[in-house]
């Protein structure tokens, strides 16, 4: 299985920042990686996938980026609603599709 | 908007089997991918599986495989996971979540089922 690895496991940031966390592949996987947003007791959220495709009605200060192992997720000028936990999911080629262990965002 | 919702929370003994349900608003999952994904408290995301919608086939990670399977119900637009020979450490909340892109993340989410496997 194709392994996600996140870093970092944690991030501290206040209002209006701009923060990236990354998403290292453990095997060549073109650009087939989504980020989702989950904050406590709710379903993940779909942000970005294809690694730079903004999901509709996703706000532009989101932005994604890379190709084959490495990937970045990009916050510009935070608000209050982005903190919350992001995870990393592969879904090249075939089942099954992993995810990142996850970033909190505090 | 696709809305997907979701069965009740479930508490089962170990060995015991469970039967969870998603149901769509809209479609009938006739176009769509259906992934169920877990979460275990207070830890991360887990794939469990995913169903083809054009042969209604299931695939899931290896470690479910046997022991999970799931269905469709066209005439209620509803899938069904169901989990036999429960362990303790099945126990997470199930999500369901839809989509019509193979390679694609899921759009469509429903709020989650808590499964609670407890002696």
């Known amino acids: 299985d194709i392994q996600m690895t996140q870093s970092p496991s944690s991030l501290s940031a206040s209002v209006g920042d701009r923060i990236t966390m990354t998403c290292r592949a453990s095997h060549f996987i073109s650009a087939y990686v989504n980020w989702y947003q989950q904050k406590p007791g709710k379903a993940p959220k779909l942000l970005i996938f294809a690694a730079s495709n903004l999901q509709s009605g996703v706000p532009s200060r989101f932005s994604g980026s890379g190709s084959g192992t490495d990937f970045t997720l990009t916050i510009d000028s935070l608000e209050p609603e982005d903190f919350a936990t992001y995870f990393c999911q592969q879904t090249y080629i075939s089942p099954p599709w992993t995810f990142g262990q996850g970033t909190k965002l505090e | 908007q696709e809305q997907l919702v979701q069965s009740g929370p479930e508490v089962r003994k170990p060995g015991a089997s469970v039967n969870i349900s998603c149901t769509a608003s809209?479609?009938?999952?006739?176009?769509?991918?259906v992934h169920w994904v877990r979460q275990a408290p207070g830890q991360g995301l887990e794939w469990v599986g995913l169903m083809n919608p054009h042969d209604r086939s299931a695939t899931f990670a290896q470690k479910f495989q046997g022991r999970f399977s799931m269905t469709r119900e066209p005439s209620t637009s509803t899938v069904h996971l169901e989990l036999r020979t429960l362990r303790s450490e099945d126990t997470a909340v199930y999500f369901c979540a839809s989509g019509i892109g193979y390679n694609y993340g899921p759009p469509y989410w429903g709020q989650g089922t808590l499964v609670t496997v407890s002696s």
């Open positions: 809209r479609d009938t999952f006739s176009n769509s991918y």
